[in-house]
């Protein structure tokens, strides 16, 4: 009698914790749709890191996998070389086509930028694109209309911007003439 009534309990209590109203896991995935794959030649520009192809890469990931999935993207790299006097400490950085640049400290991604085309390198490509609306080239008012667009005032670089805590980037003229994210070397 004793176990039945426990029993019986047990099952009131299981039904009186489900209301009826809170979907399971797979109710929950319904109607959503997941974000598309990027394209193999494409390059998304993260606040946490990039992506390639359908590779995804969070800051600290390894240096060799990143410039293998940027190589896939991109092509070859255009350089790469070190600069020992970083106040972060020593930076390895790669430049790919298109004016990105991956910076590595210890072989793990820290950081990256997208510039436009400087010492020769290859125009910007539409093939890297930074996740949200703001794109290099993109004008002044776009920026400064984006979420979490802040300016950064007394900047000894110039004219600096945030887009939330985990992107930067610059206005050169008119228009946005670099973007950020992660360890940097920028002597202020």
Same mark, same amino acid.
């Given at each position: 009698?004793?176990?039945?009534?426990?029993?019986?309990?047990?099952?009131?209590?299981?039904?009186?914790?489900?209301?009826?109203?809170?979907?399971?896991?797979?109710?929950?995935?319904?109607?959503?749709?997941?974000? =598309?794959?990027?394209? +193999?030649?494409? /390059?998304? !520009?993260?606040?946490?890191?990039? $992506? @390639?192809? %359908?590779?995804?890469?969070?800051?600290?990931?390894?240096?060799?996998?990143?410039?293998?999935?940027?190589?896939?993207?991109?092509?070859?790299?255009?350089?790469?070389?070190?600069?020992?006097?970083?106040?972060?400490?020593?930076?390895?950085?790669?430049?790919?086509?298109?004016?990105?640049?991956?910076?590595?400290?210890?072989?793990?991604?820290?950081?990256?930028?997208?510039?436009?085309?400087?010492?020769?390198?290859?125009?910007?490509?539409? =093939?890297?694109?930074? +996740?949200?609306? /703001?794109? !290099?080239?993109?004008?002044?008012? $776009? @920026?400064? %209309?984006?979420?979490?667009?802040?300016?950064?005032?007394?900047?000894?670089?110039?004219?600096?911007?945030?887009?939330?805590?985990?992107?930067?980037?610059?206005?050169?003229?008119?228009?946005?003439?670099?973007?950020?994210?992660?360890?940097?070397?920028?002597?202020?």
């Amino acid at each position: 009698m004793r176990i039945a009534f426990l029993a019986l309990a047990g099952a009131f209590v299981l039904a009186g914790c489900d209301s009826g109203e809170v979907p399971s896991p797979a109710e929950k995935l319904e109607g959503k749709t997941a974000e =598309a794959p990027l394209a +193999a030649n494409a /390059v998304e !520009l993260r606040g946490e890191g990039l $992506a @390639a192809g %359908a590779e995804a890469f969070y800051f600290v990931a390894g240096q060799k996998e990143v410039e293998a999935s940027l190589a896939k993207a991109l092509g070859a790299p255009l350089r790469s070389g070190e600069n020992g006097e970083c106040g972060a400490g020593p930076i390895t950085f790669t430049d790919f086509a298109g004016g990105l640049t991956a910076h590595f400290q210890k072989g793990r991604l820290v950081g990256w930028n997208w510039h436009t085309a400087q010492d020769g390198d290859q125009p910007v490509s539409s =093939a890297i694109k930074l +996740a949200g609306g /703001v794109q !290099l080239g993109s004008p002044r008012s $776009a @920026a400064e %209309a984006a979420p979490g667009f802040a300016a950064v005032k007394d900047s000894t670089l110039g004219e600096e911007f945030a887009l939330g805590d985990k992107i930067g980037g610059f206005i050169e003229g008119d228009a946005v003439g670099m973007l950020y994210a992660g360890t940097q070397c920028f002597f202020r």
